[in-house]
């Protein structure tokens, strides 16, 4: 069954440092995997989603994330953190037809 | 394009009683799915529907349940509501299945007193 880690539930990083929250996935199968990011009461939205046609995918607000098979890991950054940033970001995969499974999610604050 | 519509966005409730939330997801999407989110457990999967049929379930007792129609919207009941029911439930729509992208509503936050 899939299963997806995320490593730390609160990351902190001051505005303009590299932003990297972690996420290893677990899966008998090449996954479909995402990133999404939920501000204050709200839903979820999109980042970037990877389904293996690259491994490095590129999504919206300079963010990206690299699959990398060896590590099963597909971890997300930013080369610059922006105030507009601090949210909770959760990574999501599936091995396919099934349901996506969540990650607890990873609580992003910025310094100024 | 409209997005995925929850209503109602808040409801307050009282141990026992039922409850219906709505979604209607984006226009030409078939699936629709249903997450319950809380500060402890997180998100967690409750059901998907897609072409009114139930695909995917998740470990939630009997009490919850879904249906979807034929236009796609789909509808979400708990009966018998319990203090630990009280959470944000998303709904999330997609085209096909999760190979594709879910595109998530803004929740229904439901507090059961």
């Known amino acids: 069954a899939q299963s997806v880690t995320q490593l730390g539930s609160h990351v902190s990083v001051s505005e303009g440092a590299l932003v990297l929250l972690r996420c290893n996935y677990s899966s008998s199968v090449p996954p479909y995997l995402f990133w999404y990011v939920q501000y204050p009461n709200q839903g979820l939205q999109l980042l970037l989603k990877?389904?293996?046609?690259?491994?490095l995918v590129k999504g919206i607000n300079d963010f990206e994330a690299e699959f990398k098979k060896s590590e099963t890991s597909f971890h997300l950054t930013k080369p610059s953190a922006h105030m507009s940033d601090a949210a909770e970001y959760f990574c999501?995969?599936?091995?396919?037809?099934?349901?996506?499974?969540f990650g607890t999610g990873t609580r992003l604050t910025i310094i100024p | 394009k409209a997005g995925v519509t929850q209503t109602p966005r808040y409801l307050i409730k009282t141990r026992g009683q039922q409850v219906t939330l709505s979604c209607s997801p984006i226009?030409?999407?078939?699936?629709v799915s249903w997450y319950q989110q809380t500060p402890g457990q997180g998100l967690q999967f409750l059901f998907e529907y897609f072409s009114e049929t139930q695909r995917n379930k998740g470990n939630f007792p009997g009490r919850f349940s879904g249906r979807q129609f034929s236009n796609s919207r789909s509808e979400m009941n708990v009966s018998t509501l319990e203090l630990g029911d009280s959470a944000l439930y998303l709904c999330?729509?997609?085209?096909?299945?999760?190979?594709?992208?879910?595109?998530f509503g803004p929740g229904t936050r439901l507090t059961v007193l």
């Open positions: 999330a729509s997609s085209w096909d299945s999760h190979r594709n992208e879910q595109f």
């Open positions: 990877y389904t293996s046609a690259a491994t």
């Open positions: 226009s030409g999407h078939r699936s």
């Open positions: 999501a995969g599936s091995p396919g037809n099934e349901k996506l499974t």
